[in-house]
């Protein structure tokens, strides 16, 4: 069935520095492919998606681009601050099928100042 | 324009018990899904209902049941609650739900079994 796979956390970067969370997806079809956000003692939030081979999904300096020849939609951001410490969610949804979200397991990330 | 709302937000029960969370999705939106959120298992899918009718469901036993009334509200029911129900729930709406528009999740009901 589909899957899934993110880098395991946490994740403890300085403010200033460059994250990568590594995420890998398996899945019949074409997927949407999406990034959740979810700070402390809130729900989810929708960072970023893409719904197609190469696009690339950015918002608030994040940015992941659809590879589908290596299944990946790696999450990045080239300066993080403080205010980014969260867990963050790589996630897949079929299209024109339902709204059933399968996720990854979460990546913790802590951004020290 | 309101976002999702959950209640009650915290909740404590003990095993055996019964429980119903209620979601109200965006005004307008007709589909609401549910997840389960736990440290060992991360996000679940639960359920999706559209138009008052469940049209999905994940692989959770059938003590967990929900349903949609008219309005698109949507309550979820768990009975003879355990240890491990233990969770945050979450819950999702969208406009038609046909995986193409983006679902807004409101802030969780976190349940926790005594």
């Known amino acids: 069935g589909d899957s899934v796979t993110q880098m395991e956390g946490p994740v403890t970067l300085s403010e200033e520095a460059f994250l990568t969370i590594n995420c890998t997806y398996t899945?019949?079809?074409?997927?949407?492919l999406f990034w959740y956000v979810q700070y402390p003692g809130e729900g989810l939030q929708l960072l970023l998606k893409?719904?197609?081979?190469?696009d690339k999904g950015s918002n608030k300096g994040f940015e992941a681009t659809y590879r589908k020849e290596t299944t990946s939609f790696h999450l990045e951001k080239g300066s993080v601050q403080v205010s980014d410490s969260a867990v963050y969610f790589c996630a897949l949804k079929r299209m024109n099928r339902d709204d059933k979200i399968i996720f990854g397991k979460g990546t913790r990330l802590h951004i020290l100042p | 324009k309101a976002g999702v709302t959950q209640t009650p937000r915290y909740l404590i029960k003990t095993r055996g018990q019964q429980v119903t969370l209620s979601c109200s999705p965006i005004s307008g939106h007709r589909s609401v899904s549910w997840y389960q959120q736990t440290p060992g298992q991360g996000l679940q899918f639960l359920f999706e209902?559209?138009?008052?009718?469940?049209?999905n469901k994940g692989n959770f036993p059938g003590r967990f049941s929900g349903r949609q009334f008219s309005n698109s509200r949507s309550e979820m029911n768990v009975s003879t609650l355990e240890l491990g129900d233990s969770a945050l729930y979450l819950c999702a709406s969208s406009l038609e739900g046909t995986g193409k528009e983006t679902q807004y999740f409101g802030p969780g009901t976190r349940l926790l079994v005594l």
């Open positions: 899945a019949t079809g074409y997927p949407s």
């Open positions: 893409a719904t197609k081979a190469d």
């Open positions: 209902y559209f138009s008052e009718t469940q049209r």
